[in-house]
């Protein structure tokens, strides 16, 4: 049974750094990507970081949303099972719940799956709240 366990959230002042992991287990899918993703109160939830792993050679391994480019970054250790995002400079606009969420992914040229359709497995959050 696939498992996506988040941790990490909390609360810190604009300009701070939290990192937040997500523990994954069960975890059949050789070939996969692994999303971060966060939902603002009366807000759709977006997409926010992605990144791939398995057999295929890829330009690139890792996609950003452009809110978040150049100051979250994602990473994955493979032999611990965990995906993490640390996000610096917070603004109080990343305040949100977080989840990570994880599908199965068999290509070497196609963009990583930006929506929350298009993953499978969803854990069950973590609160971020940045105040000013």
């Known amino acids: 049974q696939v498992q996506l366990v988040e941790s990490g959230g909390g609360s810190v002042q604009a300009g701070g750094t939290l990192t937040l992991s997500c523990a994954v287990s069960?975890?059949?899918?050789?070939?996969?990507?692994i999303g971060w993703f966060r939902q603002a109160p009366g807000k759709e939830r977006e997409g926010v970081a992605h990144?791939?792993?398995?057999?295929?050679?890829?330009?690139?391994?890792?996609h950003y949303a452009y809110s978040v480019k150049g100051r979250f970054t994602i990473t994955r250790d493979n032999a611990k099972n965990t995906v993490s995002l640390q996000m610096n400079s917070l603004k109080p606009e990343d305040t949100a719940m977080y989840y990570c969420?994880?599908?199965?992914?068999?290509?070497?040229?196609?963009?990583?799956?930006?929506?929350?359709?298009?993953?499978?497995?969803w854990g069950q959050g973590t609160q971020v709240t940045v105040s000013s």
């Open positions: 969420a994880g599908t199965d992914f068999y290509s070497n040229y196609r963009d990583l799956p930006p929506f929350d359709y298009e993953y499978k497995n």
């Open positions: 069960g975890y059949t899918y050789d070939s996969n990507v």
């Open positions: 990144i791939y792993t398995g057999r295929y050679t890829r330009g690139s391994n890792t």
